[in-house]
């Protein structure tokens, strides 16, 4: 998949699936599935590091990750997050992280919102680097929004909302996800634009999905939003995988004979 196959899924109404992923042993996963991309979001910090937020995400921890997915899914679309502050640093700063990123794998970099770096995503996108936008519940901003609040549930936020995602599309982003927005709101914003929205808790009437691998996975149980549906029960099947190893060496069965060697 590249950037023209994601406007033509559009056009053609053919839905399209991105999941997150931090690690070389979930990308071989994922690289060996039908999804038809991969983000490397900030929620790394959170899924990975253990932190309540995105924002102690840095350039570093991203390319990392980055590169880590990179090695183990050489067959995907790859989008990297921009950390927060970078791309409100000027152009110079944000174009190292697109450096970084690029260096690291990536095929595209994402950017949280829109007011006040405009020119940003114009010049990232004008460099010829796939940018994708990212509008309503932008987890950068969870302490100004008050929490993790849907949005646009108002005409006036819903109305901002979709004049965002057409400026986001004017600066030449490819395509945009629409996290955390009432569904209506997020079917406006679909029909708004002409490029490939992704949504995240946004409903249906969107052009595609996106979910945080360890969440689809069932690979964590702290927390569970409304919109997450749970594919299969990962975290119970792991527990129970470490529960019959301590088991098996405690009562003598680990390693058996064919498991020994002579
Ligand atoms: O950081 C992330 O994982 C994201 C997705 C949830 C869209 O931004």
Request: charged share 20%; hydrophobic share 45%.
């Amino acid at each position: 998949m590249n950037v023209h196959d994601f406007a033509a899924a559009k056009r053609d109404g053919r839905k399209l699936t991105f999941t997150t992923c931090y690690d070389w042993w979930s990308a071989r996963i994922l690289n060996e599935s039908s999804v038809d991309g991969i983000l490397v979001g900030d929620s790394a910090a959170m899924v990975m590091h253990g932190h309540a937020t995105t924002l102690p995400a840095t350039p570093e921890m991203m390319s990392l990750h980055i590169a880590a997915v990179a090695r183990g899914a050489p067959d995907k679309f790859l989008i990297g997050d921009m950390p927060f502050p970078w791309h409100r640093k000027g152009i110079s700063a944000a174009m190292d992280v697109v450096d970084a990123f690029l260096t690291a794998g990536a095929h595209a970099v994402k950017l949280e919102g829109i007011e006040g770096h405009e020119e940003i995503v114009r010049h990232i996108a004008g460099s010829g680097v796939p940018v994708m936008g990212h509008v309503g519940l932008t987890p950068q901003s969870v302490n100004a929004l008050g929490g993790y609040r849907v949005q646009g549930r108002s005409e006036d936020a819903a109305e901002r909302l979709v004049e965002e995602s057409r400026q986001l599309e004017q600066a030449g982003c490819f395509s945009l996800v629409v996290e955390g927005v009432a569904s209506e709101t997020a079917a406006a914003i679909t029909r708004a634009v002409s490029i490939p929205t992704i949504g995240i808790g946004a409903g249906v009437e969107v052009d595609g999905q996106v979910l945080v691998f360890h969440d689809l996975a069932g690979l964590q149980r702290e927390v569970r939003p409304k919109f997450v549906r749970t594919f299969s029960d990962g975290y119970g099947m792991l527990l129970k995988a470490v529960e019959d190893f301590d088991r098996a060496v405690k009562d003598g069965s680990f390693p058996a004979g064919d498991e020994t060697y002579e």
